[in-house]
């Protein structure tokens, strides 16, 4: 034998398509007062559950909001940032390798301070986490396999200051850890963060069924009772009954207000992030290809997968037809941001050419003055057109990182008072309720 029990949602709904039948029902048998009493104890309830029920969703919807926008938001951040800061220690530390023996001190500077925000983000998105999240096992990679990078680096980076070849294996290991490991490590925790916030979203601007729906079957039966008695008594409407119908009306549209405005305002912080995760997948995929055109020159003419992986992650970010790509899936995104993406596409553009001329060097056999282009300062070379890329992509994520922020703290604002609000209103029109019937009641004494 099985026993079919229905949703919530189901129940409301055939209250709400009968709420005749139901007050019928409560006023059917002994005397008058009794009826009223029973009927007076059913809306008493239906408002009590609607209360309950709206404090319920009103905590849910805007904790979802609060989250997205403090702890998801800023693990997300955290794992953008910490993602960006392990491409660019590896790209950074490619660079210095090129240069031969001690590497410039701007570039170990970098690279130790690439080092330095890694660890810092990775121990903030950690502390972040709650117990048994599954975002644990990254981070827990990162933690475990970025050390050992880091000693093949600094190994590496020995044998090079001592003139000899076998630094080329030791970056090779560390290049490959990187770029196998703990890079897919990261973008793992970034897209669980991306879907966690997606998640809350949807949330926090979710259509409140349950409070609507049973709300709406209390009123129809505050409604049907009035006009009942009005006929049965021929007297005017109740107006204890009028009043608690008119107060449990604005607390429904309270509702549906409130969730609309916050939806509007999400879906406005959601084009944000977004157009702020592609930018982050561009910048990373920038950094790969920066990775990629100095190992091209430490392998001295051996680095055609090296190129390929430039050529690669450029059109991750260009488009294969120079128009789609990353900067495409952001521009649409987020379509105030067209003047910015046109000015990183414009900066990819420039840094591409400068790494032809690179090329043209390197295989024309003019290595040192190669060398140069991607680790001088020289404004025309590979490495000043990179740092402006840089620049304009920083730029730009930080721009829409502040507007999501912005958006999402509208939508919270959008949601005060949700809590209790609507939940004190439903409670006054329970005493108004009651005050009406017991006024009817008391008419019979």
């Not at 210095?96 to 001690?102: A, E």
């Not at 644990?136 to 003139?163: C, D, K, S």
């Not at 430039?310 to 789609?324: A, E, K, N, Y």
């Not at 050419?353 to 056999?365: F, I, M, S, T």
Request: charged share 20%; proline share 3%.
């Amino acid at each position: 034998m099985s026993v079919t029990v229905a949703p919530a949602t189901r129940v409301a709904t055939d209250i709400v398509g009968r709420p005749r039948q139901l007050v019928q029902m409560l006023r059917a048998g002994s005397t008058t007062p009794e009826r009223l009493r029973r009927v007076a104890a059913a809306l008493v309830v239906g408002c009590l559950l609607t209360a309950l029920v709206s404090v319920l969703g009103g905590l849910a919807h805007s904790g979802a909001v609060r989250d997205s926008g403090t702890r998801i938001a800023a693990l997300d951040a955290d794992a953008a940032e910490l993602y960006r800061s392990l491409a660019d220690a590896d790209a950074t530390a490619t660079r210095g390798y090129v240069s031969g023996g001690l590497e410039p001190a701007a570039v170990r500077a970098r690279y130790d301070d690439d080092v330095a925000r890694a660890a810092d983000r990775l121990v903030q998105a950690a502390s972040r986490l709650p117990v048994g999240d599954p975002a644990a096992v990254p981070v827990a990679t990162i933690g475990v396999q970025f050390p050992v990078y880091a000693g093949l680096m600094e190994t590496a980076r020995t044998y090079n200051r001592q003139g000899l070849p076998l630094g080329q294996s030791y970056l090779g290991s560390a290049s490959r850890l990187m770029r196998s490991t703990i890079l897919p490590a990261a973008e793992e925790l970034r897209r669980m963060q991306t879907e966690a916030l997606a998640a809350a979203y949807q949330r926090g601007g979710a259509i409140p069924f349950a409070v609507l729906l049973i709300g709406v079957a209390v009123l129809a039966g505050m409604v049907d009772h009035a006009v009942l008695e009005r006929r049965r008594t021929n007297k005017v409407v109740n107006t204890g009954l009028l009043a608690a119908a008119a107060v449990l009306v604005v607390a429904l549209l309270w509702w549906v207000v409130a969730v609309a405005v916050a939806g509007d305002r999400l879906d406005g912080a959601r084009q944000h992030s977004d157009a702020a995760i592609a930018l982050d997948d561009a910048r990373a995929a920038v950094l790969q290809a920066r990775s990629n055109e100095s190992l091209v020159l430490v392998a001295r003419g051996g680095g055609g997968s090296s190129e390929q992986g430039f050529t690669m992650q450029v059109d991750r970010v260009l488009g294969p037809d120079g128009h789609s790509g990353l900067l495409a899936d952001a521009m649409r995104s987020a379509p105030g941001s067209a003047a910015r993406v046109e000015a990183i596409r414009t900066a990819l553009e420039g840094w591409r050419d400068a790494h032809r001329h690179v090329r043209e060097l390197d295989d024309g056999g003019q290595y040192q003055q190669a060398v140069a282009s991607i680790t001088g300062s020289d404004p025309a070379g590979s490495s000043a057109a990179f740092e402006r890329l840089d620049a304009a992509l920083g730029s730009a994520i930080d721009i829409e990182r502040g507007a999501f922020t912005v958006a999402d703290a509208r939508a919270d604002s959008a949601l005060t008072g949700l809590t209790t609000g609507p939940a004190v209103l439903v409670l006054l029109a329970a005493g108004l309720a009651t005050a009406g019937i017991g006024r009817r009641v008391g008419e019979y004494r």
